[in-house]
Nanobody, 115 residues
Framework: QVQLVESGGGLVQPGGSLRLSCAAS????????MGWYRQAPGKQRELVAT???????VYADPVKGRFSIARDNAKNTVTLQMSSLKPEDTAVYYC?????????WGRGTQVTVSS
């Protein structure tokens, strides 16, 4: 099993920045893709950004140019730097990793963008 713990969420004003972190622990062998997803109230969970172990990244269109994903393979961590935040970015943000075909999710961290 792989355990994921997210941190860094909170309340920020529109235009502000936040940095989310996710640390993986447990039975880690070779994590392939690490990523961030989000779920706003009343909406389905959606992709935010992913990064493979070779550094290939994918971003959802709404966050391109504003968010940046990075990972530290030695520490099994993934971060999401979020800038120019908008009220529509408000959601619970979840970390997800893929290892040996298995999907593992964190419990999520709340991000609220409001004045």
């Amino acid at each position: 099993q792989v355990q994921l713990v997210e941190s860094g969420g909170g309340l920020v004003q529109p235009g502000g920045s936040l940095r989310l972190s996710c640390a993986a622990s447990g039975s880690i062998f070779s994590i392939n893709t690490m990523g961030w997803y989000r779920q706003a109230p009343g909406k389905q969970r959606e992709l935010v950004a992913t990064i493979t172990n070779s550094g290939f990244t994918v971003y959802a269109d709404p966050v391109k140019g504003r968010f940046s994903i990075a990972r530290d393979n030695a520490k099994n961590t993934v971060t999401l730097q979020m800038s120019s935040l908008k009220p529509e970015d408000t959601a619970v943000y979840y970390c997800r990793v893929i290892q040996r075909g298995g999907f593992y999710w964190g419990r999520g961290t709340q991000v609220t963008v409001s004045s």
